[in-house]
Every structure is written in structure tokens, then in C-alpha cells.
């Protein structure tokens, strides 16, 4: 794999298909989010590429023991593995210029801790046991003899969006190859190169028979379209991370040939704060999460609700720990907060925190575009109403609205007010209330006094319309299986 340029036009990267690394008839841009300037081009996929992708896909699951051969599919799992730790300092570079994350970031969740994802599937299809005998019963005067095996569920489509790129392939890509799937992985448009770095590391350095792994790039709504809703598409499993919109239409239109669908939506998180919490403690907490990877996480606590007496008490102190956060070049070892992924998207937070201010939040700070590159200021919005739009509606920013309650059932009202359920957190001094109240809170993970649930071995997924099914974890592994019913009759 070749690393990042020098000269940032020269960066190109090619698409696999059926175990070739390939350019298309025409390729698209990817730009630096942090300076707007070109980075590199990607091979725009057409309609033709993702249907050669899928049609490869399914004849290496068809006709291949790829879905039957655990050594095979383990010794690739540890190959892969290796290349992404021996090449980790070219993806970070790479992850850095075109995803805008902060350099420190990337020792963790950009970068670091996703190669671990790989890492932890092989560990499992290592010892995992893909037949349970279920023993003999006596039925209609004969005894008869029960087991249930679990064997891969076919053809995987899996679609990226730009926050988390590595993160995201991997936790769809991992799983879906111990249980023995083949897969068609399309990259984000806004940042296609570094999804597409993972294709050629794929193909160079690692022994994934052809077409069993597939990486395209497009800027082409009709690609991601054919993938996850044409019904004349041969595919068994459709993953999809991005908004709650898509993944209602790609829900809708799997319904025509009951494909399997995994879904992980949108959220709008609250982080509850009681009065016995430690208000400082509480308020960095409430201040760096909004502001990680500029606001860009589904799963990020953008509601902070506090008691309605201290409110403006924790108002100051969020604003203050908001001042600290450093705002700059994603490549300096110091700064904790990038760019927005575009000019589009820092449109959409600016749009949405006027808005918000004329609906009749108070702006605390922050609210400004920040020049050159796709920067906004960390943005605290206070005396949020929770049936406003800012309150409700997922921003995708580093944009934090209060919103005071009064008493802890009106407290887990607020945070339930929410057509998501997908993370949320809360801050008090008595751990068993606090464990109470995390309870009630109907969503798919939660912190505890500022607990950290985020790893491999841990589901990652949400409730109502923050998706269906679960990545990461034993749950991650299980979307990816089929299980088949066996008996005979004993002799």
C-alpha cells in the first residue's frame, strides 16, 4: 500500500473487485477536510462495478469452501491483522488528512483500536464451536437425536459513512468473514481513500480467495442504492450504518425478498447530571464528549440535562471546559477537536444552531465557522425546550444543548423523549441510583459516571429508530450466522 503523497493530487487509490485491484472508467475527489484543499481521487464505481462486486461476492460464497474452510478463513483473519499493524502509521497519516481526525484520536477509536477489531474475530473463531448437540428424545416410539449447526448467511453489502471509516469496516468486515460471508464494502463518498487503503492491503498481503472480499468507492447515490434496496441484487445481508432516512427506505425495500437487514442509525443522547454529582467532574465530561471528532459520533451525548437549579452553575462550568478544548490542525500531537467533514455539513450545525437560537435557546458560546478548512467552534446552547429541534433532531456537530429538569422522573422522561435510544450517560454520587436511572433509559449502551462501554468485545447498537441489531461483540458475530436444525432417528 502506498503511503499519502507528498504532492496531496497524487494520492490514488484503485477499487477490488474479484480480487483485482482495478480503476474505474472515472474517478471523483477527496478533499483534506482541514485545509479544503485536494487530496487525492478515488475510483468513481459505477452501477456495473457494484454489480461485477456483488456477482463475484456471491460466486466466491457459491462455489468456494470459503464458508466451510475455519483455517483457511482464520489464517486470513491473523493476515489481515499483521498488514494493518505493520502499515498503522500509513493509515494514520492517511486517516489524519482525510477524515480530519485529530492525530490522538487515532490512538484510539480512528485507528488503533479498530486494528484490534480483527484481532479479537480471529480470537473467537479460534475457539468457537459452530455445532451444538442438543442430545435424544423420545417421540412417536422412537428415540431421535437433535443438533443445530451454524453456518454463514451468504452475501454481505455493507456501507460505510465518513465518521469512523476504519472503525466501521472492520467491525462489519471482522465478523462477517470468520462467520464465513463474503462481502461488498463501499467506502463513504466524502472520504472514500482510506476504505479503499483497506482494499489493497487486502489483496497484497493476505491469502482472501478473490471475491471474497470486495471494496469500491463512488460518488454515485445509485451505487449505494443498488446494493442495499435493487431486488435483482443477489444478496443476503445488507449492514448499513448512517442516517435513520436511508435506513428506513433500505428496511422498506429489503422487505420485497426478506433480506436480513442490520441497521445502526442515528442517535440523540442525553447525559443526565443529578444534583449530588460532581458538577466539574461532570461538566469536562459533558464538554470533551460533544466536542470528540468535532461532534461527528451517533452515540455522543449532545442533550445534557441538569437540575434545574444548578443549571446555570453547570452551564459555566461545560463553557468553561469547552474553552479548553483546542481547536486546530488534526495533525498537531496537541489538539483535541478537527474539522467537520465538509462545507456541507458545517452549513447543516451553523443552520441548525441559528435555528435553535431563534426558537429561543440561549447561545452560551461558540455558534461561529472557524476559516480556513471545515472548522466550527464547540457550541453550547442553554434553556434547550426538549420538543425543539435541537433538542430532538441529530446535529452531527459540536453543538451541546441543556436542558433542565426537575426531579429524576422527569429526568428519565426527557432522556426517553426521543425517537432514538441508541447511548446515553449519567452522573450521580449514589452508584445505585445511578444504576437505577441507566435502567429506565431505553437504549442500546450507557455510562455510569463516565464508564467506558466501547470495545470489541462489547454489543454496539440501539433502540427504536437508532437501528436493529447489534455490531462488536458475540451479538456482532451472531448477525453474520444461520443456524439449520438437524435430527435423525437412532438406530
Known amino acids: 500500500m502506498s503511503a499519502p503523497a507528498q504532492n496531496p493530487s497524487l494520492v490514488v487509490k484503485s477499487q477490488l473487485i474479484d480480487g483485482?485491484?482495478?480503476?474505474?472508467?472515472?474517478?471523483?475527489?477527496?478533499?483534506?477536510?482541514?485545509?479544503?484543499?485536494?487530496?487525492?481521487?478515488?475510483?468513481?464505481?459505477?452501477?456495473?462495478?457494484?454489480?461485477?462486486?456483488?456477482?463475484?461476492?456471491?460466486?466466491?460464497f457459491d462455489t468456494t469452501d470459503w464458508s466451510?474452510?475455519?483455517?483457511?478463513?482464520?489464517?486470513?483473519?491473523?493476515?489481515?491483522?499483521?498488514?494493518?499493524?505493520?502499515?498503522?502509521?500509513?493509515?494514520?497519516?492517511l486517516t489524519v488528512a482525510e477524515v480530519g481526525a485529530p492525530l490522538q484520536l487515532?490512538?484510539?477509536?480512528?485507528?488503533?483500536?479498530?486494528?484490534?477489531?480483527?484481532?479479537?474475530?480471529?480470537?473467537?473463531?479460534?475457539?468457537?464451536?459452530?455445532?451444538?448437540?442438543?442430545?435424544?428424545?423420545e417421540s412417536r416410539g422412537r428415540r431421535h437425536h437433535r443438533w443445530v449447526e451454524k453456518e454463514a448467511a451468504g452475501v454481505v453489502t455493507a456501507i460505510l459513512p465518513y465518521n469512523y471509516p476504519?472503525?466501521?469496516?472492520?467491525?462489519?468486515?471482522?465478523?462477517?468473514?470468520?462467520?464465513?460471508?463474503?462481502?461488498?464494502?463501499?467506502?463513504?463518498?466524502?472520504?472514500?481513500?482510506?476504505?479503499?487503503?483497506?482494499?489493497?492491503?487486502?489483496?497484497?498481503?493476505?491469502?482472501?480467495?478473490?471475491?471474497?472480499v470486495n471494496v469500491l468507492g463512488s460518488s454515485r447515490a445509485e451505487v449505494?442504492?443498488?446494493?442495499?434496496?435493487?431486488?435483482?441484487?443477489?444478496?443476503?445481508?445488507?449492514?448499513?450504518?448512517?442516517?435513520?432516512?436511508?435506513g428506513r427506505r433500505i428496511m422498506a425495500a429489503?422487505?420485497?425478498?426478506?433480506?436480513?437487514?442490520?441497521?445502526?442509525?442515528?442517535?440523540?443522547?442525553?447525559?443526565?447530571?443529578?444534583?449530588?454529582?460532581?458538577?466539574?467532574?461532570?461538566?469536562?465530561?459533558?464538554?470533551?464528549?460533544?466536542?470528540?471528532?468535532?461532534?461527528?459520533?451517533?452515540?455522543?451525548?449532545?442533550?445534557?440535562?441538569?437540575?434545574?437549579?444548578?443549571?446555570?452553575?453547570?452551564?459555566?462550568?461545560?463553557?468553561?471546559?469547552?474553552?479548553?478544548?483546542k481547536v486546530g490542525d488534526p495533525t498537531d500531537p496537541s489538539t483535541t477537536m478537527g474539522p467537520l467533514i465538509s462545507e456541507q455539513q458545517r452549513d447543516k450545525v451553523d443552520g441548525m444552531v441559528r435555528r435553535a437560537v431563534a426558537d429561543g435557546a440561549t447561545l452560551v458560546r461558540g455558534g461561529h465557522?472557524?476559516?480556513?478548512?471545515?472548522?466550527?467552534?464547540?457550541?453550547?446552547?442553554a434553556h434547550v425546550a426538549p420538543d425543539s429541534e435541537i433538542a430532538q433532531e441529530e446535529v452531527f456537530g459540536p453543538v451541546l444543548a441543556v436542558i433542565p429538569f426537575d426531579d429524576e422522573e422527569d429526568a428519565v422522561r426527557i432522556a426517553n423523549h426521543s425517537r432514538y435510544g441508541l447511548s446515553g450517560a449519567v452522573h450521580s454520587a449514589d452508584e445505585e441510583r445511578a444504576i437505577r436511572v441507566a435502567r429506565r433509559i431505553r437504549t442500546g449502551t450507557f455510562s455510569i459516571n463516565g464508564g467506558n462501554y466501547f470495545a470489541p468485545d462489547?454489543?454496539?447498537?440501539?433502540?427504536?429508530?437508532?437501528?436493529?441489531?447489534?455490531?462488536?461483540?458475540?451479538?456482532?458475530?451472531?448477525?453474520?450466522?444461520?443456524?439449520?436444525?438437524?435430527?435423525r432417528v437412532v438406530v
Not at 474517478?27 to 452501477?47: M, Q, V, Y
Not at 451525548?301 to 452553575?313: E, F, G, K, W
Not at 462489547?458 to 436444525?485: C, D, I, N, W
Request: proline share 6%; glycine share 8%; with cysteine.
Open 369 to 381: 465557522r472557524i476559516d480556513p478548512g471545515w472548522f466550527y467552534e464547540p457550541t453550547l446552547l
Open 166 to 212: 476504519n472503525q466501521l469496516a472492520l467491525a462489519k468486515l471482522a465478523p462477517a468473514l470468520a462467520a464465513g460471508c463474503t462481502v461488498v464494502l463501499k467506502g463513504a463518498p466524502q472520504n472514500p481513500l482510506i476504505t479503499l487503503a483497506l482494499g489493497e492491503l487486502i489483496a497484497e498481503h493476505t491469502d482472501i480467495p478473490p471475491g471474497v
Open 224 to 246: 449505494g442504492e443498488l446494493l442495499t434496496t435493487h431486488p435483482d441484487v443477489d444478496v443476503d445481508v445488507v449492514t448499513f450504518t448512517g442516517s435513520t432516512p436511508v
Open 458 to 487: 462489547v454489543p454496539f447498537g440501539g433502540y427504536k429508530q437508532s437501528g436493529v441489531g447489534r455490531e462488536s461483540g458475540r451479538a456482532g458475530f451472531e448477525e453474520f450466522l444461520e443456524e439449520k436444525s438437524f435430527a
Open 20 to 60: 483485482r485491484l482495478t480503476a474505474a472508467e472515472s474517478t471523483f475527489p477527496s478533499h483534506n477536510p482541514a485545509t479544503g484543499e485536494l487530496l487525492g481521487h478515488a475510483p468513481d464505481a459505477t452501477p456495473a462495478d457494484a454489480q461485477a462486486a456483488v456477482a463475484a461476492a456471491r460466486r466466491a
Open 68 to 93: 466451510t474452510n475455519k483455517e483457511l478463513r482464520l489464517r486470513c483473519l491473523r493476515q489481515l491483522h499483521q498488514a494493518l499493524d505493520e502499515h498503522r502509521e500509513e493509515l494514520r497519516e
Open 254 to 325: 429489503a422487505a420485497d425478498t426478506v433480506k436480513r437487514v442490520f441497521l445502526e442509525l442515528g442517535g440523540k443522547s442525553a447525559m443526565i447530571v443529578f444534583e449530588d454529582a460532581d458538577f466539574v467532574k461532570s461538566a469536562m465530561f459533558a464538554a470533551f464528549t460533544i466536542c470528540s471528532h468535532s461532534g461527528q459520533g451517533c452515540a455522543l451525548t449532545s442533550r445534557l440535562l441538569v437540575p434545574r437549579a444548578h443549571q446555570d452553575q453547570i452551564v459555566q462550568l461545560v463553557a468553561a471546559g469547552l474553552e479548553r478544548v
Open 106 to 137: 487515532t490512538h484510539g477509536p480512528q485507528l488503533d483500536e479498530p486494528i484490534g477489531i480483527v484481532r479479537f474475530y480471529a480470537d473467537l473463531l479460534e475457539k468457537c464451536e459452530f455445532s451444538e448437540d442438543l442430545g435424544e428424545i
